[in-house]
């Protein structure tokens, strides 16, 4: 009896292989129906090792006269011949189990309402941003902190503004993060003519959002000195941010006390001293209440992080996403191969073969 067992064990890996394609491509409707499949494992056990009914099943085959050069083909080749037809049928119910299961195939559209922000970091990259309490310096740790807060805003178009004596725009407003990083980790010192010129760096930042159309514009002022240099002042860059509805929080950056700073430039290198931290925060507390942001002191990295954290819960971007699914089915081809096979073995019992059980 077991004769019959490896067409049968060909026709439930032809249906585990088609379960496991069809899994790959479609997502189950109803994946509990797979459990149907043990029927077809059932079926294939009881033609193999079934009741006594089947005992002398291969004893009593037939073959029509149109396969009767069969006759010469060995036990074990006449056996899986015979069994064919039933195969079909084992086959046939794996298939079923398929269909019912009903694979379907998905597409899914997204329709992304954003209400984004532009916003502009205003950077001071004056040598006093060299100061060792932050490690290496306080420069390289603002810059580091700045790209985690650009990575964690992927909807917003962000601009990068840098300023010492002077100021200038490193990279205009855009929603290339890829070019904003590279900008702020390109920031260095020395490029400008020295001093803290905080009006001008403000103001730079202003100017690149004052034409923006988009519904909230910010700007995150970040020094560590006071306003000793440039043409604006710090009050007149707020009044300007006041009147273009732009709202700036302000960052003073720097340890209580002394800190190691540069004091003098022998050719490329800086002499270091160790000298007062001192920052305007009552100009930067003005700049934030003026145009309804906030300012906040970073005394080390840690709370450096927390505060561009804060900030960014403050400013989450707000954004609405409509999903649409449309869902095709798939079950169809696999419940006309399951008809196929069993109108195929009905053909073959009682045309080709003919067997008795």
Do not use: C
């Amino acid at each position: 009896m077991k004769k019959a067992l490896p067409i049968h064990v060909v026709a439930l890996i032809a249906a585990g292989f088609i379960a496991l394609w069809v899994n790959n491509v479609y997502l189950w409707e109803r994946p509990w129906a797979l459990l149907f499949m043990l029927l077809s494992v059932g079926y294939a056990a009881k033609r193999a090792w079934g009741s006594a009914r089947f005992g002398n099943l291969y004893a009593l085959v037939s073959f029509s006269s149109e396969a009767s050069n069969l006759q010469s083909l060995p036990d074990l080749g006449r056996a899986q011949i015979a069994e064919f037809p039933y195969a079909l049928r084992t086959f046939a119910i794996a298939l079923l189990a398929i269909a019912i299961a009903r694979p379907q195939s998905s597409n899914s559209i997204e329709d992304m309402t954003s209400e984004g922000i532009d916003l502009v970091l205003a950077m001071d990259v004056s040598a006093s941003m060299l100061s060792m309490d932050f490690k290496p310096n306080r420069l390289e740790q603002a810059k580091l902190v700045a790209v985690d807060f650009i990575n964690a805003r992927p909807h917003d178009r962000i601009g990068v503004v840098a300023y010492e004596g002077e100021s200038f725009t490193q990279v205009p407003v855009t929603s290339d993060h890829i070019v904003v990083k590279n900008g702020v980790m390109d920031l260095q010192t020395g490029l400008l003519e020295g001093g803290t010129a905080i009006g001008m760096g403000l103001a730079t930042a202003v100017n690149r959002l004052r034409k923006s159309e988009a519904k909230s514009r910010v700007i995150i002022l970040l020094t560590d000195g006071v306003n000793n240099a440039g043409s604006i002042d710090p009050s007149d860059a707020a009044q300007l941010a006041e009147l273009n509805g732009i709202r700036v929080y302000t960052i003073g950056v720097g340890s209580v006390g002394k800190a190691k700073s540069p004091v003098a430039k022998m050719g490329d290198t800086y002499r270091y001293d160790w000298i007062d931290v001192r920052i305007d925060e009552e100009i930067l507390m003005e700049i934030a209440e003026r145009t309804g942001g906030k300012y906040f002191r970073a005394t080390n990295t840690d709370k450096l992080k927390a505060i561009y954290e804060e900030i960014d819960i403050l400013e989450k971007t707000r954004f609405n996403v409509l999903r649409y699914q449309r869902k095709t089915e798939a079950y169809i081809p696999f419940a006309l191969m399951a008809m196929s096979a069993l109108v195929l073995e009905r053909l073959l019992r009682f045309t080709v073969i003919r067997s008795i059980s």
